[in-house]
């Protein structure tokens, strides 16, 4: 919310220093993101009038003009400028920079030749005076400044400082307004604010027009039906006679650029005038496009057509609340009035409005429509009913006060909503223990009377009435806040909390640590990745479509197409990753994430209640290129995870066909399922019954790596974190130093390539008894010495017993059972090397 603080002062007293009057309202709750002050990288730049304009001789569109600024010139005559703005003309006064003058940036303007005449300064646009484009007079945004005509009458205008005589000398306060504080969306809310924190009084702006006519009644032009009244609960009409549609005064034009807006003509700068300095949206409707003199407010036809200000027609819904005459909708209510009855150049009599609409609906209807205006982001927020009459009368008033028009006197006021102020009770005893506070009840009294609330007091308890504008104001322990900023939040003690709380971090968040410092001390680098994503990610993965990872949780009102749904694989994320690395020439790179995942449970169709929610879940992605990276590091760096995890039994299975990954180089990580509940899995692999499916890692398709740029080969995986999480067991027991020797046996086998090495450590570990300490793969080898169709494992065993040195016979028994097994069960045979 713009405030320019010369407006402020209008309704109360603050403090000359800006910054103590920021410091105080910042500490009684008021947040400012900016304060600006405009003008003082302005100097040298006059008032002048335009004598003369003729045509440059060597230019078709520049012109020459002759320009009095009264003696502001350095020989005390007029200037000379040569300028190529279309809107120049004799008599009009202009901000003019003249020779050694300096505009903001730090703009340096100096005399010179164009196209060999002399230009003894410039006139200057709006803009260059640092207005941004979007607050430049509509009648003036195209070409040099050309100031109201009413500034001629001033005495000595002529030649004086345009700084000065503009009054652009100007501070203007960027207040940061909360939701909940709508009546803070306006200058007098501000001024109201400012009041209380310094104890002054609050003056309030003329809601009366002066020589209002009773010649006729505003009944005698419309009249006002409200069919739905739970959407619309009060509506005011004015009407305004001998309209002059004209630029508006210069004060008015200047406060509303001040205040972020573009000064358009009379009638249309009142209405944002009021709604800027009361807060309520005001809309005004030419009558003589009001058919049958009727207003009715109901909900529009579904589907109906409607042609908005902006020119665009719009679909209505029958939600929609519109502003209809006797024929026709006028004005889509609370966002944007109608092109069939917009002030026109010749209008000469008007319907001023002034409602109240809900805020539910005007937020839906601005949100389904992709209308966002100062008018709906205001009623969103909530505006008080009771303000209506008032905003309309202000209206009026300003009408009559800029000679814009002739007022009736009366109202037509449509007021179905109407509700009696609602005292509520408030505990002093309360308050002093909810701000930790001794105040007595005269000084909290006071400080609720100075926030404009009516207090009635007995011993220890204030029945208190809010204004109406302070609609978040509903319970007791609202006015603890009311109490405590105007008593000054940096006068509150500052205690501990007096409870015995600790803090910690949950089982399954610990887990989340744990994977991140696992995998960071492997050298892997976390990222984090959007949620929202497009729809055509699991398209570049390859996933098969009856996958249940393309069951999207779709968005009802997405940014684009790109965030459209919401991710079910972070696997598309992780590869896009990995891709800008490649693409940004870093030779390796190895990432992870830990991220929610979401899915529809295939009916809804991404359309979700209360009562039919989608599974959201966390997994874990890694991907790596470059390197020393290869399909078993990442199994190394997995088991490593899975060991931390303390989840033992692991088994690696080869998946011949997933999509996503290279054929014959992807393995489905199985765990034990005696750990309870089952997870499901996200990566659509059946399981075996007695092990869940938690995963799946390996090389990347190389199409899929194509599909993103990534010329080296990349592996990945993605896991179910929830699962593993479920799984894992952080209990350590001890366990003492080996006392007995081991003993170490090499074997290599020759065996068929069908034979995957989890098979081998199965009936190994099967087979080994107690005594079989552990068996590590060392070698895969395949060569001219290995028939087609075989290859060479070769595995360490290692053997010990707790209680006893093992002797030869001891382990021959074992080993020998194992190569039995191995040869029964998988064909493999003893390798002579």
């Excluded at 993101?33 to 730049?45: A, K, M």
């Excluded at 814009?404 to 002093?428: E, F, H, Q």
């Amino acid at each position: 919310m713009l405030v320019p603080v010369s407006w402020l002062k209008e309704y109360t007293q603050i403090p000359e220093d800006v910054k103590e009057f920021a410091d105080k309202m910042i500490l009684s709750g008021s947040n400012i993101e900016t304060t600006t002050t405009f003008g003082e990288e302005i100097s040298g730049v006059v008032i002048g009038k335009v004598l003369s304009v003729e045509p440059h001789e060597d230019s078709d569109h520049l012109v020459v003009c002759m320009v009095d600024v009264s003696g502001a010139s350095e020989d005390g005559q007029p200037v000379q400028i040569v300028t190529g703005a279309p809107n120049v003309r004799t008599g009009a006064l202009i901000p003019t920079a003249l020779h050694g003058s300096t505009l903001p940036g730090g703009v340096k303007i100096k005399k010179g030749k164009l196209r060999g005449v002399v230009s003894n300064g410039m006139l200057c646009s709006a803009g260059e005076l640092g207005f941004e484009d979007k607050v430049v007079p509509v009648l003036h945004k195209d070409g040099i400044w050309i100031l109201p005509e009413e500034l001629s009458d001033l005495p000595d205008i002529i030649g004086s400082d345009a700084v000065k005589a503009l009054g652009l000398d100007e501070t203007v306060i960027d207040f940061e307004i909360t939701p909940n504080r709508p009546d803070c969306l306006s200058i007098l809310g501000m001024a109201r604010e400012a009041a209380a924190v310094f104890d002054k009084e609050l003056t309030l702006p003329s809601f009366k027009a002066e020589g209002e006519s009773s010649d006729a009644s505003p009944t005698d032009y419309i009249s006002v039906e409200i069919k739905k009244p739970a959407l619309c609960r009060r509506y005011v009409a004015r009407i305004a006679e001998d309209i002059v549609i004209k630029e508006s005064p210069w004060w008015l034009q200047r406060r509303l650029m001040f205040s972020g807006m573009r000064p358009i003509n009379s009638i249309v700068d009142i209405t944002n005038y009021v709604m800027l300095e009361l807060g309520h949206p005001i809309h005004a409707f030419d009558i003589r496009t009001i058919a049958q003199g009727k207003i009715i407010v109901d909900t529009a036809k579904d589907g109906e057509k409607f042609t908005t200000l902006d020119g665009s027609e719009r679909t209505l819904t029958e939600s929609m609340l519109l502003i209809n005459d006797g024929e026709k909708g006028v004005a889509v209510a609370g966002v944007m009035g109608g092109l069939n009855s917009e002030i026109e150049a010749d209008t000469r009599a008007i319907l001023v409005e002034a409602a109240n609409f809900s805020s539910d609906n005007i937020r839906l209807t601005s949100k389904r429509l992709g209308i966002r205006t100062e008018a709906s982001s205001r009623y969103e927020k909530g505006v008080s009913a009771a303000l209506s009459g008032d905003a309309a009368g202000r209206v009026c008033a300003l009408i009559s006060e800029t000679g814009s028009g002739k007022v009736l006197a009366g109202a037509v006021d449509n007021y179905p909503g109407k509700t009696d102020p609602i005292a509520i009770d408030v505990r002093t005893a309360r308050m002093n223990k909810l701000l930790g506070t001794s105040l007595t009840q005269e000084e909290m009294e006071g400080f609720l009377r100075r926030l404009g609330m009516t207090v009635v007091s007995e011993p220890g308890l204030l029945h208190v009435t809010p204004p109406h504008v302070r609609l978040d104001l509903k319970a007791e322990v609202d006015f603890s806040e009311e109490i405590g900023r105007i008593y000054g939040y940096d006068n509150l003690d500052v205690t501990l909390h007096k409870d015995n709380v600790e803090a910690g971090k949950s089982y399954r968040w610990t887990l989340r640590d744990v994977t991140r410092d696992v995998l960071t001390g492997l050298g892997i680098f976390e990222i984090q990745t959007y949620s929202f994503v497009s729809p055509k990610g699991v398209e570049r993965i390859r996933l098969p479509q009856e996958s249940e990872a393309r069951r999207f949780v779709k968005l009802i009102n997405p940014l684009g197409e790109e965030n459209s749904v919401m991710r079910t694989l972070l696997l598309p994320n992780l590869l896009e990753a990995l891709a800008l690395n490649a693409k940004r020439s870093n030779a390796q790179a190895a990432l992870f994430e830990v991220g929610n995942t979401f899915r529809t449970d295939g009916a809804s169709d991404g359309d979700f209640s209360m009562t039919a929610l989608p599974t959201e879940s966390v997994h874990l992605s890694i991907g790596a290129y470059g390197g020393n990276w290869d399909f078993f590091t990442l199994k190394g760096v997995i088991e490593g995870l899975l060991s931390r995890f303390g989840i033992s039994g692991v088994v690696f299975e080869p998946v011949e066909d997933s999509g996503s990954w290279h054929p014959g180089r992807c393995a489905r990580v199985l765990i034990p399922t005696d750990f309870g509940n089952t997870p499901a899995d996200p990566t659509d692999v059946p399981a075996e019954p007695d092990a869940l499916a938690v995963g799946l890692f390996g090389e990347i398709h190389p199409d899929v790596g194509s599909a993103y740029d990534i010329d080296a080969p990349v592996y990945a995986a993605e896991l179910d974190l929830d699962a593993l999480i479920e799984a894992s067991n952080l209990m350590r027991h001890y366990e003492p130093l080996d006392k007995y020797p081991a003993v170490t046996r090499d074997i290599s086998l020759l065996a068929s390539e069908d034979v995957t090495v989890g098979q081998v450590t199965s009936i190994v570990t099967s087979n080994g008894g107690r005594i079989l300490e552990s068996v590590k793969l060392f070698d895969v080898y395949r060569g001219k010495q290995i028939p087609d169709g075989m290859k060479s494992l070769s595995f360490n065993l290692v053997y010990r017993a707790s209680d006893r040195t093992l002797t030869d016979e001891d382990v021959a028994k074992v080993h020998g059972k194992i190569l039995s097994a191995l040869s029964a069960g998988t064909g493999a045979q003893l390798r002579e090397i």
